[in-house]
């Protein structure tokens, strides 16, 4: 395992179970913050009511806001690291995408480039539906589907209907085992709202031609299905900054990061 690979599993596994820790307080009823104070999200739908009435949404707080600028700052900064580097649904769908190579072959059930470029825009729709639902009801309506909600309060979040919302994660990580990062690349709305700023992102993975020798490892590694072998710059909005495909090329000089 390379050095950069072990940073980002160190980085993967602090957030993890950092946010672990808060769901297992919530669950033996310790007084404590629940993941939702520390949502990004929930500054981003915040937004709309601080504008328009001067106050939060529901729970939401300036933890929620000052979340979600660093995010946009980060996003700026390092693309879509967030991503691959801190979100905890993102670190167990990678490991369902590792358990699934396991036993099953990745083109096994692989939704077809065409479907895929469709469903990629499905998130924006998620996003659009959240922000309407939101401001008008004046309450945070996504919170009984949010598959992070649910799974790291396991189901006892301010009264969650638990039938609903369990069969929502519950379809969400069936999904996204059998169809590699289903949830990120289709569904979630904190990703769309990255997307663009994405687009901006400073830091960014850079292929070498001249050097490279198109064995194709860095297609092969990316989850988000990027043909790195065919770029010179990675600006995708869609790329994480995992840096697998650095990780995994073999040629010296091939591949590396910066702006």
């Known amino acids: 395992m390379t050095p950069i690979r072990i940073v980002r599993k160190a980085f993967q596994v602090f957030f993890l179970a950092a946010t672990v820790s808060l769901t297992v307080k919530l669950l033996a009823g310790v007084r404590a913050p629940t993941v939702e104070y520390y949502c990004p999200m929930g500054g981003v739908v915040s937004l709309w009511g601080l504008v328009r009435k001067q106050q939060f949404i529901c729970a939401l707080s300036e933890m929620n806001l000052s979340l979600a600028l660093a995010l946009f700052a980060g996003v700026l900064l390092t693309k879509k690291s967030f991503c691959s580097w801190v979100c905890p649904l993102g670190t167990i769908f990678e490991g369902f995408s590792w358990t699934r190579s396991k036993v099953m072959r990745r083109e096994v059930l692989?939704?077809?480039?065409?479907?895929?470029?469709?469903?990629?825009?499905?998130?924006?729709?998620?996003?659009?539906?959240?922000?309407?639902l939101s401001y008008r009801a004046s309450e945070l309506v996504f919170r009984g589907y949010d598959p992070f909600y649910t799974l790291f309060t396991g189901g006892k979040g301010h009264g969650l209907i638990p039938t609903v919302s369990l069969v929502v994660l519950g379809v969400v990580l069936v999904g996204t085992f059998v169809f590699e990062m289903a949830w990120c690349r289709y569904l979630c709305p904190l990703g769309a709202v990255m997307d663009p700023l994405s687009k901006l992102g400073l830091l960014k993975v850079k292929r070498n031609g001249p050097a490279c020798s198109d064995c194709g490892a860095c297609d092969r590694a990316c989850l988000q299905r990027i043909p790195v072998s065919r770029l010179g710059k990675v600006t995708r909005v869609?790329?994480?900054?995992?840096?697998?495909?650095?990780?995994?090329?073999?040629?010296?000089g091939a591949m590396d990061v910066g702006v």
Do not use: E, G, M
Request: charged share 25%.
């Open 110 to 132: 692989r939704v077809p480039d065409k479907a895929d470029a469709v469903l990629k825009y499905v998130k924006y729709a998620v996003l659009v539906a959240i922000f309407l």
């Open 238 to 252: 869609d790329c994480t900054n995992c840096l697998a495909c650095v990780s995994r090329c073999k040629t010296p």
